[in-house]
């Protein structure tokens, strides 16, 4: 199943008062996720497909940061149990998530 809707659904729970932006991969490049973002508040960062009759101006800088997020889901997703989700509870999967986000900031810090 493609990304895309799930994506759709969270911007119906999540709003930003603020316009936050909002970076997404091409996957979520459609008219109807980035109108969604809009609506919801945010300020989509997504580069136009190439095929595309009428592309957009999008912050090309701020695109690049994108993969900041990759690489800290990557980290998180070290943790095996954060990766293969053997939980039955979502607050159970949820604290383990956090205690990874816990882990990743100390070991991060401790690069420094």
Known sequence: MHDAPAGRDLLDIICSEDNHFCAMDRA???????????????????????????????????????????????????????FTRYDKLDTSYTAVVNLAMIFDAVISVNRL
């Open 28 to 82: 979520y490049e459609g008219d109807a996720t980035r109108a969604k973002a809009v609506k919801s508040g945010f300020i989509p960062v997504v580069p136009p497909k190439k095929n595309r009759k009428n592309p957009w101006e999008y912050d090309k800088e701020l695109y690049k940061r994108r993969n900041e997020i990759e690489r800290f889901f990557l980290r998180i997703k070290r943790f095996r149990k954060v």
